[in-house]
């Protein structure tokens, strides 16, 4: 390993000497401690029969986090506006092809507002809905 640094850099060398031949020991970098995981108690939060895939957006452009799921066995998505303290608001169902078995979330239009579309499992169809920014 060589390093091209100006003269005037003798003190920068030896820093950077030294920092290649230190082992990194950040947390969570190989050979360091794991980094422990740990969750608040689980809270259950209803998204339609058959919820399939699970996805985030900002689907009422609020800054806060919501959740959609593709409901299988009720044709539809179910989004839940999030109030940015890990709580969310009563579902709101958009309706899809039939059997929606997976959902992504995306800015399909490139208009900045965050839009879903479901893999439709049944009706071999993907829906696609176009955000308005209200959720
Ligand atoms: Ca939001
Ligand atoms: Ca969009």
Redesign the pocket.
Known sequence: MSFTLPASGLLRRATVLLAAALPLALPGAAGAAPLAADFAPAAAITMGNGPRGLESGDFNADGKRDLISASQLSNAAIVRLGNGAGGFGSPVTWSTGAGPFAVTVA?????????FATANVSASTVTVR??TGTG
């Not at 800015?107 to 839009?115: V, Y």
């Open positions: 800015d399909l239009n490139g208009d900045g507002r965050q839009d176009l955000g």
